[in-house]
């Protein structure tokens, strides 16, 4: 008889035989997470309980553990808080933990596609659309159906965009879609169908993607193709999702299929900072998470370690105001501070005075700006406070303005780049030729005509062209063209030859070139840090640089600049003191939410979010007076804040110094003798 020697399992490592001392920096539920070893599991958390830490802790605790990091998987919301996450893993570990996978789900989508492009029928060059082309796209494909200059009232870009993708990211049929959100335009219901097939027609005839056919082709490919996600799923030995509450139905679907095999997935999220659902997301993916994943083991972190007990009590205020309920209250055992402030000026000027003088005063008693931000609703409810800021020469960042990406000047400069990576993207030639003089729509469509049966797309000199006006400036792009497509260059040194061959367009069609011309020159500083042209672009669609990064990058020098930012973009940041602005009925919540309570109660969301970015101390301030191009009008300050009452918030009253000064001159006449 053979004898066959079973060997000892080796014991589970315990949380004591880890480097890392993870019982000493982790309460018990962000442990139970950190260590949960197999099949699903669903963290719900409040604000500020932790989730990031706990996440960090889990990846270093699974590379310690001995898993290959690569076969570990976390998808977060930006590629920002992705690379974060792992830098700080590696700082508790090692260096290991930055090689595990990280990113958003658009990017590891991508990177999925772009391998197996062949078995979707796309080239593996295929190039992503942003928003912003995919409307170029949608106006373009609108003017050759001839329905841009229709009569009735047809939907703009805007809309016909996000008709697309609500039936798309929602599965339904477009007409459903009409009816359902749309209905005054049902009329409109067959030419808007025909925009719908020909951006459709478009994008695969041009190899291109949008942000929504990044997940739909990828869950059809792995959906369709059973080797290809056994391969991928197998590799994807432990799967992470951050901010859950905020993906949509496409991106659950997907979190699914990546963690088909082992079914080792954790997601995190906080169903109260759901803040997304313009976008597609939608915050039942959480309540649904033990449905779709069966044996779901639920841990809830409850204790906040971020912030004062008072700025806890008006946290839980606002989400008590909703009409959705939670069943959530945030507790800290933080040191006490004070109440949040409530801070009426008379207009939104001496609201900036306000701010920019507390800040001065703050730094003053040693607080350095960057522990400090101010947060708004919308981009331009800043507007006057950066005027305020830049006269008292604060240095400031401000983060979910436009995109440094998306700005005319770039996006040519960029156009060019995706003409060589992609000789069939139509748009990209469209703005390219032109910038050219005396090349209109018409002509583009002719040149481009030529250019798709071209031995060489690149080698523009068109004989039967030579009469007309732009030969010489066509010859001249020509040369650029070819000129990079022949010689090996790294990736700054092509952007610098397409730099200087646009400074003159630049200077030629806009005003303020001066400006836009150093935003070029930090284009170039930028683009060192690419591999490729094509990686390049993938990266600048998927992840597109804020102008934030490039003005730290210059002012890095300086003192840390103070902090602007939308509510959407503080998402997972947090300050000592933080300041609200604009508190006002119409902007939060928005002038559109207000009919409807669903919407409403993501703008109450939208606040609890900012008002639990603050570590120390908390102020919500409006002015009571607006200035319009009609007149100045009185304001109502946020429904939501004038629920509080002074157990809550201490109203602040902002005095001039002069008045100060009569005042404490009255007080001196009255005293006796
Ligand atoms: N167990 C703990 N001990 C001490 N500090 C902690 C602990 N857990 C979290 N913290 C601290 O609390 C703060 C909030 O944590 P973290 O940012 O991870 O929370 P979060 O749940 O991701 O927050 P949010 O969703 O509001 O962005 C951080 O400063 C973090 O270092």
Redesign the pocket.
């Known amino acids: 008889m053979k004898k066959f020697v079973l060997q000892k399992e080796e014991p589970r490592k315990r949380p004591e035989d880890y480097s890392i001392p993870y019982a000493e920096?982790?309460?018990q539920q962000?442990m139970d997470a950190v260590f949960h070893e197999k099949g699903p599991a669903l963290v719900v958390?409040?604000?500020?309980?932790?989730?990031?830490?706990?996440l960090v802790h889990r990846v270093a605790r699974l590379v310690e553990s001995g898993i290959n990091p690569s076969n570990i998987l976390l998808l977060t919301f930006t590629r920002r808080a992705a690379k974060e996450m792992l830098r700080r893993a590696s700082n508790i570990l090692d260096e290991r933990c930055k090689q595990v996978q990280g990113g958003t789900f658009h990017f590891y989508c991508s990177m999925l596609l772009h391998r197996y492009s062949d078995a979707i029928g796309y080239p593996s060059n295929f190039t992503i659309i942003d928003t912003a082309d995919a409307l170029e796209v949608i106006q373009f494909v609108r003017t050759q159906l001839n329905l841009h200059k229709k009569k009735k009232r047809f939907p703009n870009k805007n809309t016909l965009l996000n008709m697309i993708s609500t039936s798309k990211n929602k599965h339904l049929d477009l007409r459903i879609v009409l009816l359902e959100e749309y209905p005054q335009f049902l009329e409109q219901e067959e030419k808007i169908i025909q925009v719908a097939e020909a951006y459709q027609e478009y994008k695969e005839k041009n190899f291109v993607m949008d942000f929504d056919d990044l997940l739909i082709n990828t869950r059809d490919l792995l959906a369709k193709n059973d080797d290809i996600r056994i391969k991928i799923a197998s590799r994807n030995e432990y799967v992470m999702v951050d901010e859950f509450q905020d993906t949509n139905k496409l991106q659950a679907e997907l979190t699914e299929l990546f963690s088909s095999v082992h079914g080792n997935i954790m997601a995190v999220g906080?169903d109260a900072?759901s803040i997304y659902s313009f976008r597609g997301a939608d915050h039942q993916n959480i309540m649904d998470f033990p449905e779709r994943f069966k044996g779901t083991k639920l841990i809830k972190?409850e204790?906040?370690?971020?912030s004062t007990p008072q700025i806890l009590q008006v946290a839980n205020n606002l989400l008590k105001q909703a009409n959705f309920k939670f069943d959530k209250e945030l507790y800290s055992n933080n040191k006490e501070g004070e109440l949040p402030a409530l801070v009426q000026s008379s207009s939104e000027h001496d609201q900036s005075r306000f701010i920019t003088q507390a800040l001065l005063q703050l730094r003053e008693q040693g607080k350095e700006l960057n522990e400090m931000a101010v947060l708004f609703r919308n981009g331009r409810d800043s507007f006057d406070l950066e005027v305020e800021l830049n006269r008292k020469n604060i240095p400031f960042v401000k983060y979910g303005g436009q995109k440094f990406t998306e700005a005319a000047h770039i996006k040519d400069v960029l156009a060019h780049v995706r003409v060589l990576v992609n000789p069939m993207d139509t748009i990209a030639w469209n703005r390219v030729l032109m910038l050219l003089d005396g090349i209109g729509p018409k002509t583009a469509q002719d040149l481009f005509e030529w250019i798709q049966l071209a031995k060489n797309p690149y080698q523009l000199d068109l004989s039967d062209t030579t009469s007309k006006s732009y030969i010489d400036q066509l010859k001249e792009l020509s040369k650029l063209l070819v000129d990079i497509k022949e010689n090996d260059r790294s990736v700054s040194k092509v952007i610098e030859l397409i730099v200087n061959y646009y400074r003159d367009f630049c200077k030629d069609r806009y005003d303020d070139y001066p400006k836009r011309l150093k935003d070029l020159e930090a284009f170039v500083n930028v683009s060192e840090s690419f591999l490729s042209l094509p990686k390049m672009l993938e990266e600048l669609a998927l992840d597109p640089i804020t102008a934030t990064a490039v003005d730290t990058e210059q002012k890095t020098k300086e003192e840390a600049p103070l902090i602007l930012s939308t509510i959407h973009s503080a998402?997972?940041?947090?300050w000592k003191h933080v300041f609200i602005i604009q508190c006002l009925d119409g902007i939060i919540p928005s002038a559109y939410s207000v009919e409807d309570e669903e919407q409403l109660d993501e703008e109450l969301r939208l606040l609890y979010?900012a008002a639990?970015?603050a570590?120390e101390m908390l102020y919500f301030s409006y002015p009571v007076l607006a200035q319009s191009a009609y007149g100045d009008y009185f304001t109502q300050p946020s429904r939501f804040i004038t629920e509080m009452n002074e157990e809550l918030v201490e109203e602040w009253k902002l005095i001039e110094e002069e008045q100060q000064q009569q005042l404490d001159e009255g007080d001196q006449k009255q005293l006796p003798g």
Request: aromatic share 4%; net charge positive; glycine share 14%.
């Open positions: 920096l982790l309460n962000q958390a409040g604000a500020g309980t932790g989730k990031t830490r706990t906080d900072q972190l204790e906040n370690y971020r998402k997972g940041l947090e979010v639990t970015r570590e």
